[in-house]
Every structure is written in structure tokens, then in C-alpha cells.
């Protein structure tokens, strides 16, 4: 991969390689069926002639060399050696590489991407330029976290006591056009949190069974003003 521009890299492909692979697969044959081919350690051959099918025979021009000796093997033998062992799988046969084609080069655009600490804030910014700056005072760092469990679920968690934006990793391990706009809902959601008096964040926190009125009201708040803000945001950072 080579430089190309700012954004783009040139990648060359120096050979592709087709080949055709077709399982040979024991169990597929049908329940008349014994002969399996003739096997050795190093080859595998099928005879025509059924004459052949439960003798050994040789291979190539030396019936003295290495491995010129090739023995039958029948269905029920491999399989009752299967189980005997409890192992040998199906075999998998692969044609000759077809011929490879020559250079092929082609420009990539990279996708564009920011941490989240730089996107953090970069919306905190915006946030507190906007006409709501008085619910997003304060100042925020922001900490990527596994979720464990909860990782698709959550977005974010707020550390009230030093405005810690504790951020999914699963989501948020880059910052780019895709998910921006979750983004920013998620670090406005939490810098709400850290502008209300800790009466009513106990209440819009407080788990409730089914909904909490006030806790969906907040998050309307972050979606709403923080999509208000989103295209300064996408310039800011580049998107
Ligand atoms: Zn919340």
C-alpha cells in the first residue's frame, strides 16, 4: 500500500490466485458403495476397473519406490476406524492455481476517523456555543469503557464527581460520519446529567419498571440539541 493523498492509498494486488476446492466427503456416498480409493501416505487414487477395487496396486514407473504401493480402503474399515480413534475427517481436494493475473492497482479512500476524546470535545464545544450553553457548562474527559454485559445497551455512563464520560467501546472506539450523530446525543445526555441539581438527577436516573417520564424528557433535550449543533460538529472534525 502506498501513499496516494492525504486521504487515499494506493493498493497494488501482486497476484490473485484461483483454485477450486471440492470436498471429498465421506459420509456422501450411498449406502452400496465400499470403495473409498486407494491410499497411502502420500497419494490418493481412484481405479476404474472394479477388478481392482480390493487389491493393492502400484503407482508410477517404479513398483519399488517410496510409496509406489497403494492400498484399497473400504467404507466400513475407514469408518470403524474413525471411531476406533475418534479422529479422520473428510478430505478436501484442490485443483492446480489457475494462472494469476498481472498487477492490478486501485486507490482507496481511507475512512475518516477521530477518537473520541478529540470528538468529545469538539461537541462539548459546540454544545456550549450553541443557545443552550447554560445546560452544558463544565468541562469533560472522556474514557472508553467495555460494558461487558450491557454492551450493546448502553451508550454512556457520567461520573458526576469529576464529569468523567465513561464511553461504550463497543460503539464508540472511533468517532466517524456513522456514528457521530449517537455520539453526540450520548455525550449531551451525560453533560445534561452534569448541569442538574443532584435532586433532580437522582430522579431522572432512578431505575423505573417500564419508563421513566423524566429521564426519555432529558434524552429528547440531547438528541434535539445536539442534532442542532451536528453540522458544525461533522465540519469541525472533518466528516
Ligand atoms: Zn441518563
Do not use: C
Not at 471429498?24 to 477388478?51: I, M, Q, S
Not at 477518537?115 to 461537541?123: I, L, Y
Not at 469529576?162 to 463497543?170: A, F, K, M, P, Q
Amino acid at each position: 500500500m502506498a501513499y496516494h493523498g492525504r486521504t487515499t492509498r494506493k493498493v497494488t494486488i501482486k497476484e490473485i490466485a484461483i483454485y477450486i476446492m471440492a470436498p471429498y466427503g465421506f459420509d456422501a456416498f450411498g449406502p452400496d458403495v465400499r470403495y473409498l480409493g486407494h491410499f497411502n501416505k502420500k497419494h490418493f487414487a481412484l481405479v476404474t476397473d472394479g477388478e481392482w477395487v480390493n487389491v493393492p496396486v502400484y503407482a508410477g514407473a517404479d513398483a519399488h519406490a517410496k510409496n509406489a504401493l497403494m492400498r484399497p480402503v473400504a467404507i466400513p474399515h475407514y469408518t470403524a476406524w474413525r471411531q476406533k480413534h475418534n479422529k479422520g475427517g473428510d478430505m478436501l481436494l484442490f485443483s492446480e492455481r489457475l494462472p494469476s493475473y498481472p498487477d492490478l492497482e486501485m486507490v482507496v479512500k481511507l475512512r475518516n476517523t477521530v477518537t473520541p476524546q478529540v470528538a468529545g470535545q469538539e461537541v462539548i464545544r459546540a454544545l456550549q456555543h450553541s443557545q443552550y450553553a447554560d445546560d452544558y457548562k463544565g468541562q469533560y474527559q472522556f474514557v472508553l469503557q467495555d460494558f461487558g454485559e450491557y454492551a450493546t445497551a448502553g451508550t454512556s455512563v457520567l461520573d458526576r464527581v469529576d464529569g468523567t464520560i465513561r464511553l461504550n467501546s463497543n460503539l464508540f472506539f472511533d468517532v466517524s460520519a456513522e456514528n457521530i450523530s449517537m455520539f453526540a446525543a450520548a455525550v449531551a445526555h451525560e453533560t445534561l446529567h452534569q448541569n442538574q441539581n443532584p435532586l433532580f438527577h437522582y430522579r431522572d436516573t432512578l431505575p423505573l419498571v417500564g419508563h421513566n417520564p423524566w429521564h426519555e424528557k432529558l434524552d429528547d433535550k440531547a438528541l434535539t440539541d445536539s442534532a442542532s449543533v451536528l453540522d458544525e460538529i461533522k465540519n469541525a472534525l472533518g466528516f
